[in-house]
């Protein structure tokens, strides 16, 4: 799998969503859902971009199971704190709010597999 490539993919189709939140929120002076505006640009389209050009630049993280491991909980931690971020703050179903530590804690083990790739592999 090419990590460099997919966080990167994956990263600027989370800028475009956070855009077009943002356009939202200014054109409707309703900024309810900026910190779910700042969740998509940070661990969507910033950290997947970070990780996309490290991938790029050190071939040598993108070969083992730390890669995949990390890739793979990223994406399923962020999807999952995104979606339910959204439905905890604009009320929709509030009750998922002790959903949010599985999926972020998922995004810390795939930052915690990145750093230990880095460690033994950079």
Same mark, same amino acid.
């Given at each position: 799998m090419n990590? =460099?490539?997919?966080f +990167?993919v994956?990263?600027?189709l989370?800028? @475009?969503?956070? @855009?077009?939140?943002?356009?939202?929120?200014?054109?409707?002076?309703?900024?309810?859902?900026?910190? /779910?505006? !700042?969740?998509?640009n940070l @661990?969507g389209? /910033?950290? #997947?971009t *970070?990780?996309?050009?490290?991938?790029?630049?050190?071939?040598?993280l993108?070969?083992?199971?730390?890669?995949?491991?990390?890739?793979? +909980?990223h994406?399923?931690?962020? !999807?999952?704190? +995104?979606l339910?971020l959204? *439905?905890?703050? =604009?009320?929709? !179903?509030?009750a /998922?709010?002790? #959903? #949010?530590?599985?999926?972020?804690?998922? @995004?810390? *083990?795939?930052?915690?597999?990145?750093?230990?790739?880095l460690?033994?592999? !950079?």
């Amino acid at each position: 799998m090419n990590y =460099s490539r997919n966080f +990167l993919v994956i990263g600027a189709l989370y800028l @475009i969503i956070g @855009i077009g939140f943002g356009m939202y929120m200014g054109g409707s002076q309703d900024f309810t859902l900026a910190p /779910v505006h !700042a969740h998509i640009n940070l @661990i969507g389209f /910033v950290l #997947m971009t *970070l990780f996309g050009l490290a991938y790029r630049l050190i071939p040598a993280l993108a070969g083992n199971s730390l890669a995949k491991a990390h890739f793979w +909980l990223h994406q399923i931690g962020a !999807a999952g704190t +995104l979606l339910f971020l959204f *439905l905890l703050i =604009s009320g929709i !179903a509030p009750a /998922v709010a002790p #959903m #949010m530590p599985i999926f972020e804690g998922l @995004i810390a *083990l795939g930052i915690i597999a990145w750093a230990i790739n880095l460690y033994q592999n !950079a």
